[in-house]
Nanobody, 119 residues
Framework: QVQLVESGGGVVQPGGSLRLSCRAP???????????MGWYRQAPGKQRELVAT???????NYADFVKGRFTISKDNAKKMVYLKMDSLEPEDTAVYYC??????????WGQGTQVTVSS
């Protein structure tokens, strides 16, 4: 069963912006509130890498390569996680995956959404 569903990917020019969304339709509220949610990405021929995480206290962590450009946030009431991406660069082209680490120790992944930065 699909636990996480991403949306918002697309094609954007260098310097542009996108906002990715991830929803957790099957989570009960307490599970979502207590989970650490994150975004990862995988470019062709490369390993999947961490982009950003946000925990139950809304503490955030970012990879060095996105600091100051990307912002992760969550809406507990809607069970949604967002990744606002500004100043996009061609090197940001990848499939972006939503991830959750639940309080019970489960890990879930979304199906991924493609982001392409190209002129």
């Amino acid at each position: 069963q699909v636990q996480l569903v991403e949306s918002g990917g697309g094609v954007v020019q260098p310097g542009g912006s996108l906002r990715l969304s991830c929803r957790a339709p099957r989570y009960i509220s307490s599970t979502f509130w207590g989970s650490t949610m994150g975004w990862y990405r995988q470019a062709p021929g490369k390993q999947r890498e961490l982009v950003a995480t946000i925990d139950s206290a809304r503490s955030t962590n970012y990879a060095d390569f996105v600091k100051g450009r990307f912002t992760i946030s969550k809406d507990n009431a809607k069970k949604m996680v967002y990744l606002k991406m500004d100043s996009l660069e061609p090197e940001d082209t990848a499939v972006y995956y939503c991830n959750s680490q639940t309080p019970s120790g489960n890990t879930h992944w979304g199906q991924g959404t493609q982001v392409t930065v190209s002129s």
